[in-house]
């Protein structure tokens, strides 16, 4: 039961709040880095956004925009959660529940081979540039990658955007739906086979954060599932 006390956030200013986090935080971290000298911007690479075109990215710079820009993002929903006397459970369980989390971990088994068999039939791959980009720096690819993201992005929409957007008419699914539609458009640089199925990913991530009011056991899968497409980009480029 919610406590008059507690403001919680209009869906779309939660949508909107959540977005402009997740990229105002990069801002001072891009500042930082580029008075850091040239060794930031080593071996440029070229990506092909899809959508968008061609963009210069680098590797070093930009995996350590994720990692040094994902605690002041933390912090800063943390601080307007407190502001507003939103209780900290709202964003879900770290407990370690071990039943509930082998059967997630078996569950994400079954979930992959059908992720392989989409992409096998429709004959989808991912972009040769995002495994050049990755090769590129595989310390700093690792870091962001396993670690850094499935953090942040569990954290802001599994997490943070859930428990505001559940509180409204969406409820429990709507919030999951909205939330995994939300997180796919940060993604925008996949092509369309590639979105509709991280859209899948994330309303499977949504149903063990219901199930079982957790924040862990999505932030684990998505680090698994992370780990596991990134050793097969070092090993099976």
Same mark, same amino acid.
């Given at each position: 039961?919610?406590?008059?006390?507690?403001?919680?956030?209009?869906?779309?200013?939660?949508?909107?709040?959540?977005?402009?986090?997740?990229?105002?935080?990069?801002?001072?971290?891009?500042?930082?880095? =580029?008075?850091?000298? =040239?060794?930031?911007?080593?071996?440029?690479?070229?990506? =092909?956004?899809?959508?968008?075109?061609?963009?210069?990215?680098?590797?070093?710079? =930009?995996?350590?925009?994720?990692?040094?820009?994902?605690p002041m993002?933390?912090?800063?929903?943390?601080?307007?959660?407190?502001?507003?006397?939103?209780?900290?459970?709202?964003?879900?369980?770290?407990?370690?529940?071990?039943?509930?989390?082998?059967?997630?971990?078996?569950?994400?088994?079954?979930?992959?081979?059908?992720?392989?068999?989409?992409?096998?039939?429709?004959?989808?791959?991912?972009?040769?540039?995002?495994?050049?980009?990755?090769?590129?720096?595989?310390?700093?690819?690792?870091?962001?990658?396993?670690?850094?993201?499935?953090?942040?992005?569990e954290f802001?929409?599994?997490?943070?955007?859930?428990?505001?957007?559940?509180?409204?008419?969406?409820k429990d699914?709507?919030?999951?739906?909205?939330?995994?539609?939300?997180?796919?458009?940060?993604?925008?640089?996949?092509?369309?086979?590639?979105?509709?199925?991280?859209?899948?990913?994330?309303?499977?991530?949504?149903?063990?954060?219901?199930?079982?009011?957790?924040?862990?056991?999505?932030?684990?899968?998505?680090?698994?599932?992370?780990?596991?497409?990134?050793?097969?980009?070092?090993?099976?480029?």
């Open positions: 039961m919610a406590s008059p006390d507690h403001k919680y956030f209009n869906p779309l200013w939660a949508i909107f709040f959540v977005l402009l986090t997740f990229e105002v935080s990069t801002l001072p971290v891009l500042y930082l880095l =580029d008075t850091l000298g =040239d060794w930031v911007y080593q071996n440029p690479i070229t990506v =092909d956004m899809t959508y968008i075109g061609a963009v210069e990215m680098y590797p070093i710079r =930009d995996n350590l925009v994720g990692f040094l820009a994902m993002a933390i912090f800063f929903i943390l601080w307007r959660m407190k502001k507003r006397k939103i209780p900290l459970s709202e964003l879900g369980s770290l407990e370690i529940q071990r039943k509930p989390l082998f059967l997630s971990i078996f569950l994400l088994a079954a979930f992959l081979l059908f992720e392989e068999l989409y992409f096998y039939v429709l004959g989808i791959e991912m972009p040769e540039s995002f495994i050049e980009f990755m090769l590129a720096e595989p310390i700093f690819s690792f870091i962001s990658v396993v670690l850094v993201a499935p953090i942040i992005e802001l929409f599994r997490g943070f955007l859930h428990s505001q957007l559940r509180r409204s008419f969406l699914w709507g919030a999951i739906a909205v939330s995994s539609l939300v997180w796919t458009a940060i993604h925008f640089q996949y092509e369309i086979g590639i979105l509709f199925f991280l859209f899948l990913f994330g309303l499977f991530l949504g149903y063990f954060r219901i199930k079982y009011n957790s924040l862990l056991i999505p932030t684990a899968l998505h680090a698994i599932n992370n780990l596991l497409s990134f050793l097969l980009v070092i090993y099976f480029p």
